[in-house]
T-cell receptor, first 110, second 113 residues
Framework: KNEVEQSPQNLTAQEGEFITINCSYSVGISALHWLQQHPGGGIVSLFMLSSGKKKHGRLIATINIQEKHSSLHITASHPRDSAVYICALPPPNTGNQFYFGTGTSLTVIP | GAGVSQSPRYKVAKRGQDVALRCDPISGHVSLFWYQQALGQGPEFLTYFQNEAQLDKSGLPSDRFFAERPEGSVSTLKIQRTQQEDSAVYLC???????????FGPGTRLTVT
């Protein structure tokens, strides 16, 4: 199942760096989710967006529905940002299920 | 209000045992989803409920897997005759309806020995 492609798969950054994670998808959708999962932890929804850009603290998410592409940016990265970031396509365009990307594992080094 | 809760958080089962995993969704959420997440992988859809109706069970990997939500709130995922390949984190999520934001529980980590 490759409806959602994320890059990079793994990312290591120094504290303070600007980080970009990319998501491309092949299914027509009306919205897209960015999720965060800490090691051993549950999944937290960061953004649900359908157009343009959303900002929450140091996190920024953008989406281009026509180009089927979304990006998640982290400004002034911090070690506590270390987690897996997952791009996901929600129902109903995907049927009843989410289509999840394989995730990007981010490690921010102090 | 409380978020989605799951119990137990950790379960170790011997191969061949039956297990039951519980999900308490956010009160009032109509939609409930179960996912399976193997180590190092993204979540994989198992099944979807709208209220008490199981509308989609296309992701259940075998007939050993069974899910129910008899009163449209709490849901139970049952795995019969567990196998080692069933070892994974089982995630539950709920939402107001199918198209709105899903809230995930902390998951149940199942280890089959």
């Amino acid at each position: 199942k490759n409806e959602v492609e994320q890059s990079p798969q793994n990312l290591t950054a120094q504290e303070g760096e600007f980080i970009t994670i990319n998501c491309s998808y092949s299914v027509g959708i009306s919205a897209l989710h960015w999720l965060q999962q800490h090691p051993g932890g549950g999944i937290v929804s960061l953004f649900m967006l359908s157009s343009g850009k959303k900002k929450h603290g140091r996190l920024i998410a953008t989406i281009n529905i026509q180009e089927k592409h979304s990006s998640l940016h982290i400004t002034a990265s911090h070690p506590r940002d270390s987690a897996v970031y997952i791009c996901a396509l929600p129902p109903p365009n995907t049927g009843n299920q989410f289509y999840f990307g394989t995730g990007t594992s981010l490690t921010v080094i102090p | 209000g409380a978020g989605v809760s799951q119990s137990p958080r950790y379960k170790v089962a011997k191969r061949g045992q039956d297990v039951a995993l519980r999900c308490d969704p956010i009160s009032g959420h109509v939609s409930l989803f179960w996912y399976q997440q193997a180590l190092g992988q993204g979540p994989e859809f198992l099944t979807y409920f709208q209220n008490e109706a199981q509308l989609d069970k296309s992701g259940l990997p075998s007939d050993r897997f069974f899910a129910e939500r008899p009163e449209g709130s709490v849901s139970t995922l049952k795995i019969q005759r567990t196998q080692q390949e069933d070892s994974a984190v089982y995630l539950c999520a709920s939402s107001r309806d199918r198209a709105t934001e899903q809230y995930f529980g902390p998951g149940t980590r199942l280890t089959v020995t």
